[in-house]
């Protein structure tokens, strides 16, 4: 049977109808740090804009999503809509075609805005594969008032060795009052992207421009020694199980007199209704030690869509609306100034949230000065700060930071620790087929 024009049209509205009654569901797949719990809380405003779509939220520990999202993107197993990644994967995984393009933006959402560094890690030539929520470099945390009391003086850009003596001299653990505190859990994006910045900052190289592991060399002997050491001595009990948010949270609660982590803490650092320390806290630049090459991280926590989603138009409404300049508004009239999401837009940047967040010009010259391309005081094959930008990478990293963690825990010395680290990562590369 032929439909005449009129009954093509009707037809057409009915199926238009019901899909829009219908509605669609995105999920989101995300990490449990606290912007993203505040997204998934302001996300009613999404919803009350767009009522065709409904969200469902997949809120995960770091390391768990990392491990969920790898395997449903590499099985193309099609769980998830809008995918929380970061600079590491969005390259890599876009190489592979299983992210959508972000192309044909509205003008409104200023993708010149963004950071120039920022666009650039989530790029793959000269394409955007993800759009960035919040950016991130790495911050030293201390306490002024521990400092003033023991008479200490924090160097606006001071070394690890610096540190490790004002830990020495902070430490009171009968106090609950500890030294130092840095993560310890196990990962490629929780203790080696602390760990791998140390190393940098020692001097040390992943990789040799022959792509053969340095993990046994000088350098990240003498950093391994040093970040055990000083957590053994100086950090709270239970460091290998502490990650972000463990971290954080002692932090908070004034159990840490100095923190070396990302600049993103700052606006919960400074949140009277989470820490008790908000007006005590101070922001200096990460350490250095040797060379300041790759001391300092550079991350975006970034939305994506897999090409594997059902729902990519609806995702993309979602993506667009979360990272633009209209949700920072947002955020700021709901929660203050200072709980923006930091570190992705030039216009966050005002006087006004200058003068209004205490940590934020640190963060600027922080991740203004991250050179994901110079990573190292020595020459490197690889891009990337506090990862190095292969595939292979996740396994490696996860790998080498089960072995610092045991060595944290006693149960081997730390040149045990890297010489399993050099031996796992020489197959592993191997049989990958480096050199390439």
Not at 219 to 242: C, I, M, Q
Request: glycine fraction near 6%; charge should be negative.
């Amino acid at each position: 049977m032929k439909l005449l024009p009129n009954a093509l049209f009707l037809s057409a509205g009915i199926s238009f109808a019901l899909l829009c009654q219908a509605g669609e569901t995105v999920t989101i797949a995300t990490v449990n740090n606290s912007d993203m719990i505040r997204m998934q809380k302001l996300s009613k405003t999404f919803e009350a804009a767009h009522p065709d779509i409904k969200l469902n939220w997949v809120v995960l520990e770091e390391n768990v999503l990392r491990q969920r999202l790898t395997t449903d993107i590499a099985t193309q197993g099609g769980q998830f809509d809008v995918l929380t990644i970061g600079t590491y994967e969005t390259p890599l995984w876009a190489a592979k075609h299983w992210l959508e393009p972000m192309k044909d933006l509205p003008a409104s959402y200023d993708v010149e805005d963004i950071f120039p560094s920022v666009r650039q890690g989530l790029s793959l030539n000269d394409t955007l594969y993800a759009l960035p929520f919040y950016g991130e470099s790495t911050v030293t945390y201390y306490r002024t008032d521990l400092f003033k009391e023991a008479g200490l003086s924090m160097p606006e850009h001071p070394t690890w060795t610096q540190l490790g003596e004002f830990a020495g001299k902070l430490n009171h653990p009968d106090k609950e009052q500890y030294g130092m505190c840095l993560r310890g859990k196990a990962g490629w994006g929780e203790n080696m992207a602390l760990l791998s910045t140390m190393a940098n900052a020692f001097g040390a190289r992943w990789f040799d421009e022959k792509w053969q592991p340095q993990l046994t060399g000088p350098e990240w002997t003498a950093a391994a020694n040093f970040y055990v050491d000083t957590l053994k001595r100086y950090g709270p009990p239970g460091v290998s199980s502490n990650g972000f948010n463990e971290t954080l949270a002692l932090f908070n609660s004034g159990k840490c007199a100095m923190w070396v982590d990302a600049s993103v803490a700052g606006s919960f650092i400074t949140d009277k209704t989470q820490s008790n320390v908000a007006d005590k806290a101070g922001f200096v630049a990460a350490p250095t030690q040797v060379t300041d090459k790759g001391s300092s991280w550079l991350y975006a926590w970034s939305l994506a869509i897999p090409t594997s989603s059902q729902h990519k138009e609806a995702a993309k409404a979602f993506v667009t609306w979360a990272t633009s300049k209209e949700y920072i508004q947002l955020v700021a009239e709901k929660d203050g100034v200072t709980n923006v999401p930091p570190g992705t837009r030039k216009s966050t940047y005002s006087d006004a949230y200058l003068q209004a967040a205490p940590f934020a010009r640190v963060t600027l010259q922080m991740m203004q000065n991250a050179d994901p391309a110079h990573p190292s005081a020595q020459p490197v094959p690889y891009v990337g700060i506090q990862y190095v930008t292969i595939p292979e990478f996740q396994a490696i990293g996860t790998s080498v930071g089960k072995q610092m963690s045991a060595a944290l825990t006693g149960q081997m010395s730390v040149e045990q620790a890297l010489a399993n680290a050099q031996q796992s990562t020489e197959r592993e590369m191997k049989r990958a087929g480096y050199p390439k």
